[in-house]
């Protein structure tokens, strides 16, 4: 059974900052390539960052500069470090996991919200 846990969110007021986990179970988690997605209120789910099995990493233009994304394959775990926080960050967020675009999974989502 794959299960992706996600964990860190929370209330913040702007500019302070967050770390996001996302711990796996049961897929072989080197393998895969992991992301961060989020959704709005209103708004499609849309590509946060990603880290592919190799290490390399991609992210939105929004968040670029302000934003992490990182991996410890020996605690099958992603994270994504967020800095400089801003109102429009508000979604919920939720890791995803990816092998050849053949297997697909994913966490249950975690709220930020960042207001004053």
């Known amino acids: 059974q794959v299960q992706l846990v996600e964990s860190g969110g929370g209330l913040v007021q702007p500019g302070g900052s967050l770390r996001l986990s996302c711990a796996a179970s049961?897929?072989?988690?080197?393998?895969?390539?992991m992301g961060w997605y989020r959704q709005a209120p209103g708004k499609q789910r849309e590509l946060v960052a990603a880290?592919?099995?190799?290490?390399?990493?991609n992210y939105a233009d929004s968040v670029k500069g302000r934003f992490t994304i990182s991996r410890d394959n020996a605690k099958n775990t992603v994270y994504l470090q967020m800095n400089s926080l801003k109102p429009e960050d508000t979604a919920i967020y939720y890791c995803n996991a990816d092998f050849r675009r053949n297997r697909n999974y994913w966490g249950q989502g975690t709220q930020v919200t960042v207001s004053l």
């Open positions: 880290i592919i099995s190799d290490g390399s990493t």
């Open positions: 049961g897929i072989t988690f080197r393998f895969y390539d």
